[in-house]
């Protein structure tokens, strides 16, 4: 093949590539919400029942709460149905990466190892940290206290490497919150460890009188992380118009998360800042 030739062959794969690539393009931008759009359904996956995140409405037998409501508020501006879909710490994220559901709002808070993996909206909703349901007479009383002991978490939690690695706690993983507080009470083991709110309502909530002999041992929540809504991997056009919603729930305030007994203590802060046009972006 001659110089001129080969040049004259390569200018005009460069066009075809060219042309090939800019008709690409719009197929994949916004595609999950075309699709979205296309079939009338959004579906999220959320926590199962955890309060106060999660309640079970027994007239429906569908879960509601604070998770629900911002997925409904998703699905109101895209002007499609709400589907939720429960899901657990072992297997949400297979659930997104299958695509079983459009997204993931169920208090997973921003890792390393999931940011490897999946995309997010940069603007956290909400900022959540570990705690730990001891026996009321535990010697338990700080992180380093769990040291050679066993701290039952959920599959895939996020706390199990820092109880691990920093307080060399034995980490053992099991389905959920129910089933490490029932380990617990069995003396399997010596601490369970799950997300703040939903231990604190656990003891103080309708169940209090059942866990009047436990308490929440270190004061200080571990690794608080930002809360933020997953996507696949990818979905960049879907991220940015998730994060526009979640800047928009924090410049209209905190009443959602009162109204489901939602601790704000983090919400409020990141409304006072968007008042002034300013917004958190996880990682921190």
């Known amino acids: 093949m001659s110089r001129a030739l080969r040049s004259n062959t390569l200018a005009l794969l460069a066009v075809i590539g060219s042309v090939w690539a800019g008709a690409m393009a719009p197929a994949w931008a916004d595609a999950t919400l075309d699709k979205i759009k296309q079939r009338g359904k959004l579906s999220v996956g959320i926590d199962g029942v955890g309060p106060p995140f999660g309640y079970l409405d027994t007239q429906t037998g569908k879960i509601e709460g604070f998770q629900t409501e911002l997925a409904r508020d998703l699905a109101r501006r895209l002007g499609v149905e709400l589907e939720t879909v429960p899901v657990v ?164 305030g905190s009443a959602l998360a009162r109204r489901f007994g939602v601790p704000d203590d983090y919400l409020r802060s990141a409304n006072q800042k968007a008042q002034r046009k300013q917004f958190d972006h996880a990682p921190f």
Do not use: M
């Open 89 to 252: 710490a072992s297997t949400r994220v297979q659930f997104l990466q299958a695509g079983k559901v459009d997204l993931l709002i169920a208090n997973i808070q921003w890792t390393q190892e999931r940011d490897e993996i999946l995309s997010f909206a940069p603007t956290p909703y909400n900022l959540v940290g570990g705690a730990a349901v001891v026996p009321r007479n535990s010697p338990i009383k700080r992180w380093e206290d769990l040291r050679g002991k066993v701290a039952c978490v959920s599959q895939g939690s996020n706390f199990a490497k820092p109880l691990k690695d920093t307080y060399g706690a034995i980490v053992k993983g099991l389905r959920g919150i129910p089933e490490s507080l029932l380990a617990l009470e069995g003396g399997t083991c010596d601490a369970s460890v799950h997300i703040q709110p939903a231990l604190y309502d656990t003891l103080n909530g309708e169940s209090a009188a059942a866990w009047k002999d436990y308490r929440l041992a270190p004061p200080d929540q571990l690794i608080p992380s930002p809360t933020v809504v997953w996507a696949r991997r990818g979905e960049t056009d879907t991220v940015a118009w998730v994060d526009q919603a979640i800047q928009d729930w924090h410049r209209s």
